[in-house]
């Protein structure tokens, strides 16, 4: 059998990824992992070091891998190592190298890039909504230096589902072949 597809939702803080994840897993039928940095910190709380980014990795990359076992034609990510290296950089300067290595190992088929047209909600988890536009050129940047696939995903509540509904069905993937999860 051959893997899922693997098409992870990134882009700053407050850009509905979330929202959009889950979404485009219920219309697909498959399965879906979480940003796990939201999960770590609502247990630890809201400051994090350095160090912190390292089981927030691999926390990550365990819920990855999970929802890829579950999933069979498809599987969504909300976020992946990406954010971790990005905020890595950005916060302290500097990043873990088993991060940036399993980031660079990682088989990402297409990035759904979230634009920044979305307003701003306030969080107890968001920081830094003053740099909303320099974060997303900053993804912009590592995606397309990566080398991988992306889509910039624009718009509001249902045209922004639309648009991306609209990426995959020119990637060739349908709701009509669901997945099981």
């Known amino acids: 059998m051959s893997r899922p597809k693997v098409i992870v939702i990134t882009g700053p803080e407050s850009t509905g990824k979330s929202l959009l994840t889950q979404r485009l897993a219920l219309e697909f039928g498959t399965s879906w992992s979480p940003e796990f940095a939201r999960?770590?910190?609502?247990?630890?709380?809201p400051s994090y070091q350095f160090e912190d980014l390292r089981p927030i990795a691999e926390g990550q990359v365990s819920v990855q891998n999970l929802a890829t076992k579950k999933a069979s034609e498809i599987v969504f990510m909300d976020t992946d190592l990406l954010t971790i290296k990005i905020w890595s950089e950005f916060v302290f300067g500097k990043i873990d190298p088993w991060i940036l290595e399993q980031w660079s190992r990682s088989i990402v088929d297409h990035y759904l890039l979230c634009d920044i047209d979305l307003s701003w909600e306030p969080?107890?988890?968001?920081?830094?909504?003053?740099?909303?536009?320099?974060?997303?050129?900053?993804?912009?940047?590592?995606?397309?230096?990566?080398?991988?696939?992306?889509?910039?995903?624009?718009?509001?509540?249902?045209e922004r589902f639309?648009?991306?509904?609209?990426?995959?069905?020119?990637?060739?993937?349908?709701?009509?072949?669901?997945?099981?999860?």
């Open 39 to 45: 999960s770590y910190l609502e247990i630890h709380g």
């Open 162 to 181: 639309s648009n991306a509904m609209k990426v995959l069905k020119d990637l060739g993937h349908s709701p009509s072949s669901r997945s099981s999860s």
């Open 123 to 158: 969080d107890p988890l968001r920081e830094h909504p003053q740099h909303r536009k320099e974060l997303f050129e900053i993804y912009h940047t590592n995606i397309r230096e990566s080398g991988t696939p992306y889509s910039i995903i624009r718009g509001l509540e249902e």
